[in-house]
């Protein structure tokens, strides 16, 4: 697995699944996650991952055509909107937030 990062975003490459609960404890302060750098990935994460990296709790996932989210926590379907041409969809589980800015948008 490669770890690209810039200030608030980090770029993650790997083959496989990313397993964002193994790296909680080494990414603190993280806003983005963008996965379009590589070919179809997998970020595997619990709302707990996203609490660990940020303690505002919110996390923006950039995505690829065919990269993937998989979690096992309860996400319900938050609000949507565009933002610089782009569609953001959000999720919330207790007081985690994800906005997905998916590539098809």
Known sequence: MEVYS???????VATGNIPLGTLSSALTGVNTIDLRAAN?????????????????????IRMGADDILQTSSAWR????????GLWIQSFVSGASTIEVQ???A
């Open 40 to 60: 179809r990935q997998t970020l595997v994460f619990q709302q707990r991952d996203i609490e660990a990296i940020n303690t505002d709790k919110k996390l923006r």
């Open 6 to 12: 810039a200030p608030w975003q980090v770029n993650l």
């Open 77 to 84: 379907v938050g609000a949507g909107r565009v933002e610089s």
């Open 102 to 104: 998916d590539a098809l």
